[in-house]
C-alpha cells in the first residue's frame, strides 16, 4: 500500500472536500481518501498495482480542482535502449510522492512530477544512481560547456582504441574464407595467445561499461541491451580463452571466436558514436534557440550609457539599439521608429515596422533606424525563454505511441534470452548434434541481432525533430501527445474575431450622395469622430490620416449611445450614425435603405453622414478578413477536415463573413461562455475538434477542445489554454501544424514499422544459422543509426 499527499486549491467549502473523498474513494485501487480543507491537502491511500498517483491526480484535476506538484528535469547518462528508460520511470514511480516520470532515451533527459514535501529531487536522482545510472539536475549540468561534444569525444577515443586492436583480428578472420585465400595473413597472429593479448582489453576495458550496464540491470530484477551484449561477447571470448589453453601443448590448431566478441564491441561501438552525433543533431532547434540570445545590453542608467551583461538588465530599464542590433529583452518602443526581423519569432521573413508605443521581443534583429526601449519582460519571462520552455516540454514530452514501444521493451530482452538458449540446444542436440561452436555462433548472433535500441530511439526522435522543425516556423507544440492528436482531428473551428479577421475595424467603403466629394465627407466624418472613444470612430480617423486629410476642430461634440455622434464643424452641424439617428432628427434616408442593407448583408456596419440637414453620404465599417484567411480554409478542405466559424455577431454579418473564407457551416450569436457548449456539442456526434482563437473569451473552448490552437498574437491567456501556439497572427499556421503532426507521425510509424521489421526477420535468420555475428553487430548498430537518421529528415520539412 502506498500514500500519496498533494495540496488541492479551488476548494471554497466541506462541500468541495466531500465531493473530492467521495470521488477518488470510488475509484479502483484507492483505500482511502481524506480531504483537509483548511490545509488544502488531500492524503490517499492506494494499491499501487491497480491505480497510479497519476490517475489519481488526473482525478482531482477532472472535476475541476487545481493539484499542487513540483517538477523536476534532470540529466541521465549511462542508459543503452529502451529498456533502460523503461526501468528508470518504473524504479521512480515506485517513489512514495512520485506523480509520474517520464525518460527520454534520444534526448538522455527525464521529467519527474513529485510533491515536495514527501520526496526531494536528491531523492530522486539517488534512486536513479541505486539503478545503475548517473542523474544530475539539468540546470546543472547546462552550465558545463559542449557536455554532449565531450561524451561524443570520450565515445571516438574508446572506438578508435578497440579498431586499433580488432582490425588484426578482423584480418585473420578474413583470411580463413575460401575467397580470401589470396590474403597474406602473418604467422604469429593466428597465435592463440598473440589474439588473447589483442581481444582481452577490447573485452575487458573499452566493454567495461556493457559489464557493468549488465550487472545494475540484473541487479534490480531487469535486463537490457548491456546483458545481451556482454552475453554474447563473452560466451565467445571465454570459449576462445577456453580453446586456447587446452590446445596449449597438444599441436592441434584451436576453433577461436575472440575476433567475434572484439569486433561486436567495436561495432556497437560504431554505431553508439554515430548515434550520439545524430541524437545531438536532432537537438538542434533549442540550441539554436539558444544561441539567438544577445550577451550584452547597452542600457542608460544615471544618464549614463553601459553595456552591461544580459542577465543584469531589470524591468523599466531604458536600452538603446543600435541599426544591425539584436534586441535584448521584450520591450515598448519609447523612441525611434524602425522596421523588426521577428522570423525567429514567427518564421516570417518579411520585416515589422515598429514606432513608439510598439513591443519589440528579445533576439529580433533590429534593421534601419536606432530604437530607445523600455525593459518590460527579462528572463525567463521574455517570448524567446517561453518558445525555449515549449520546445523543451515537447522534445521531452512521450507521444500515446511510444508505450506500445515501451511495453514491448520492457519484456524483450528476457525473451530474446530464452530465445537464445534454445537456438543453442536446438544447434547442439538437434541441427549439428555436438557442433558446440556453430551452435555457440548462433546463439551470438540471437543475442547480438535482437539488441533493442532502434525501438527505443524510433518515437522520441521523430518528437524531437518534427517539433524543433515547426519552432523553427513558428509553430510551438506543447508536448509529443499533440504531435499525435492533432494528426486525427477531422472538425476545425475557427473563432471569428481576431482570428479570421484582423480584429479591428477598418473603413471599407465611402458612397457620396448629390455632389459631395468622397474626401471632403471623410474629413468631415473624421473630426468630428476623433473626440470619439469607439472602435468604429477609430477606424474612420485612421482612414483620414491614411490619405493624408487634416482632421478640423469641433465644437458642441456628443456622443449618443446606439444612434451615434454629433457635433459643429465650421458653423456646420454634422452628424454620423445609424438610421433612428437620422429619423430622430427629421432626416429622411428612404434613397439610402436598400444601399445600408446591401452593406449589412456583407458583414459591414453601415453609418449614414449627415451635413446640416442633408444626407451626404454613407459610410461602412468592418472588421475586415485577412488576407491568408481563404487560401488557410482551402488547404485544411483539401486535407479532409470540416471547417466551422464561431462569432458572437449576428448569424447574418457572421454569414457574410464566414462566405469570404469559404466556409460553409457558421454559428453566429454565441456568447463567450457559449463557445465551449458548441464545441461539446461538436464532441458528441462522435467528431475530433481543435478550436482556434485568439482571446481570452475562446480560453474555456481551447481547454475543451481535443486541440486547442491559439494565434500568438493573442492573449497570454489563450496561449497558456491551447495545446498548438501559432507565433504567426497567421491562420495558414493550421494547416501548416496539420501537416507537420501527419508527416511526424508517419515518420514514427516508418520508425516503428523497421524497428519491429528488423527484429522480426533479423531473430529467425540468425537462430537458422544464416548470420554470422560479426554481421549481426553490424546490423544491429546500422539499425539504430537509420531510426535515428530517418527522424531526422524531419528537420529539412518545407510545407
Not at 110 to 122: L, M
Not at 380 to 406: H, W
Not at 659 to 684: H, S, T, Y
Request: charged content about 20%; hydrophobic content about 45%.
Amino acid at each position: 500500500m502506498k500514500e500519496v499527499r498533494f495540496q488541492v486549491t479551488g476548494m471554497s467549502c466541506a462541500a468541495c472536500s466531500a465531493r473530492i473523498e467521495k470521488v477518488l474513494g470510488k475509484m479502483d485501487g484507492v483505500e482511502e481518501a481524506n480531504v483537509n480543507l483548511a490545509t488544502e491537502t488531500t492524503t490517499v491511500q492506494y494499491d499501487s498495482k491497480r491505480v497510479a498517483a497519476q490517475d489519481i491526480k488526473e482525478k482531482v484535476e477532472k472535476i475541476g480542482y487545481g493539484v499542487v506538484t513540483n517538477q523536476a528535469n534532470l540529466i541521465i547518462s549511462g542508459m543503452s535502449c529502451a529498456a533502460c528508460a523503461t526501468r528508470i520511470e518504473k524504479g521512480l514511480a515506485k517513489m512514495d510522492g512520485v506523480i509520474g516520470a517520464n525518460v527520454n532515451l534520444a534526448l538522455e533527459e527525464g521529467t519527474i512530477e513529485y510533491i515536495r514535501g514527501q520526496v526531494s529531487e536528491r531523492d530522486l536522482i539517488a534512486r536513479i544512481e541505486k539503478l545503475g545510472y548517473e542523474a544530475s539536475l539539468k540546470e546543472k549540468a547546462e552550465k558545463e560547456d559542449n557536455l554532449r561534444e565531450k561524451a561524443i569525444k570520450k565515445q571516438q577515443r574508446k572506438f578508435i582504441f578497440s579498431a586499433i586492436l580488432a582490425f588484426p583480428l578482423l584480418w585473420t578472420m578474413f583470411g580463413h574464407f575460401s575467397f580470401t585465400s589470396w590474403m597474406y595473413v602473418p604467422d604469429f597472429l593466428m597465435n592463440p595467445w598473440v589474439q588473447l593479448l589483442l581481444a582481452t582489453p577490447v573485452q575487458f576495458i573499452i566493454g567495461w561499461q556493457f559489464y557493468s550496464g549488465a550487472y545494475k540491470a540484473l541487479r534490480n530484477g531487469s535486463a537490457n541491451m548491456d546483458v545481451l551484449v556482454a552475453l554474447g561477447t563473452s560466451a565467445a571470448y571465454f570459449y576462445s580463452l577456453y580453446e586456447a589453453i587446452r590446445s596449449a601443448g597438444h599441436g592441434h590448431h584451436p576453433a577461436l571466436y575472440f575476433e567475434t566478441s572484439a569486433i561486436l564491441i567495436t561495432l556497437i561501438l560504431l554505431g553508439k558514436l554515430f548515434e550520439a552525433k545524430a541524437k545531438g543533431r536532432s537537438s538542434a532547434a533549442i540550441k539554436k534557440l539558444m544561441g539567438l540570445q544577445p550577451k550584452t545590453a547597452t542600457i542608460l542608467r544615471e544618464n549614463e550609457e553601459l553595456t552591461v551583461p544580459l542577465e543584469e538588465v531589470q524591468v523599466g530599464d531604458l536600452i538603446y539599439v543600435r541599426p544591425g542590433e539584436k534586441i535584448p529583452v521584450d520591450g515598448k518602443v519609447i523612441e525611434g521608429a524602425s522596421s523588426i526581423d521577428e522570423s525567429m519569432l514567427t518564421g516570417e521573413s518579411i520585416p515589422v515596422d515598429k514606432q513608439p508605443g510598439d513591443l519589440v521581443y528579445g533576439a529580433t534583429i533590429n534593421h534601419n533606424s536606432y530604437l530607445k526601449i523600455k525593459a518590460v519582460k527579462i528572463g525567463k519571462e521574455t517570448a524567446l525563454a517561453q518558445i525555449i520552455k515549449v520546445v523543451e516540454q515537447a522534445q521531452g514530452s512521450k507521444a500515446p505511441i511510444q508505450r506500445m514501444a515501451d511495453k514491448i521493451s520492457g519484456i524483450f530482452v528476457p525473451i530474446v534470452v530464452g530465445i537464445a538458449v534454445l537456438t543453442f540446444f536446438a544447434w547442439y542436440f538437434i541441427v549439428s548434434p555436438g557442433d558446440f561452436s556453430e551452435a555457440l555462433e548462433n546463439t551470438i548472433a540471437v543475442l547480438v541481432i535482437a539488441c533493442p535500441c532502434a525501438l527505443g530511439l524510433a518515437t522520441p526522435t521523430s518528437i524531437m525533430a518534427g517539433s524543433g522543425r515547426s519552432a523553427e516556423l513558428g509553430i510551438l507544440f506543447k508536448g509529443g501527445e499533440y504531435l499525435e492528436t492533432f494528426q486525427q482531428i477531422d472538425t476545425i473551428i475557427f473563432d471569428k474575431t481576431g482570428t479570421l479577421t484582423h480584429g479591428k475595424p477598418a473603413l471599407t467603403d465611402i458612397h457620396v450622395l448629390g455632389q459631395w466629394d468622397e474626401e471632403e465627407v471623410l474629413q468631415l466624418a473624421a473630426s468630428v469622430e476623433r473626440p470619439s472613444e469607439h472602435p468604429l470612430a477609430k477606424a474612420i480617423v485612421e482612414a483620414a490620416n491614411e490619405r493624408q486629410l487634416e482632421t478640423l476642430a469641433v465644437t458642441s461634440f456628443e456622443a449618443i449611445p446606439g444612434y451615434g455622434v454629433m457635433g459643429m464643424l465650421d458653423g456646420r452641424q454634422i452628424r454620423i450614425g445609424t438610421r433612428r439617428f437620422m429619423q430622430r432628427a427629421h432626416l429622411s434616408i428612404d434613397q439610402n435603405v436598400s444601399l445600408m442593407t446591401e452593406l449589412e448583408s456583407a458583414g459591414k456596419t453601415a453609418m449614414i453622414v449627415a451635413i446640416d440637414e442633408e444626407i451626404a453620404g454613407v459610410i461602412a465599417v468592418a472588421d475586415t478578413i485577412k488576407e491568408s484567411s481563404a487560401s488557410a480554409v482551402k488547404k485544411l478542405q483539401a486535407q479532409g477536415i470540416d471547417v466551422w466559424m464561431i462569432s458572437g455577431d449576428n448569424q447574418q454579418t457572421a454569414e457574410a463573413i464566414a462566405k469570404q473564407a469559404g466556409i460553409m457551416n457558421v454559428i453566429g450569436e454565441v456568447l463567450p461562455e457559449g463557445k465551449a457548449d458548441e464545441v461539446r456539442k461538436l464532441q458528441a456526434q462522435g467528431k475530433k475538434v481543435a478550436m482556434v482563437g485568439d482571446g481570452i473569451n475562446d480560453a474555456p473552448a481551447l481547454a475543451l477542445a481535443d486541440i486547442g490552437i491559439a494565434i500568438g498574437t493573442g492573449t497570454d491567456v489563450a496561449m497558456e489554454a491551447a495545446d498548438i501556439t501559432l507565433m504567426k497572427g497567421d491562420v495558414q499556421g493550421v494547416s501548416d501544424a496539420l501537416n507537420i503532426s501527419r508527416q511526424t507521425m508517419k515518420n514514427i510509424k516508418q520508425n516503428l514499422f523497421w524497428a519491429f521489421g528488423y527484429n522480426t526477420l533479423g531473430i529467425p535468420i540468425a537462430v537458422s544459422g544464416l548470420l554470422a555475428p560479426w554481421l549481426a553487430g553490424a546490423a544491429m548498430a546500422f539499425s539504430s543509426v537509420s531510426v535515428v537518421l530517418n527522424a531526422l529528415r524531419l528537420q529539412r520539412l518545407k510545407l
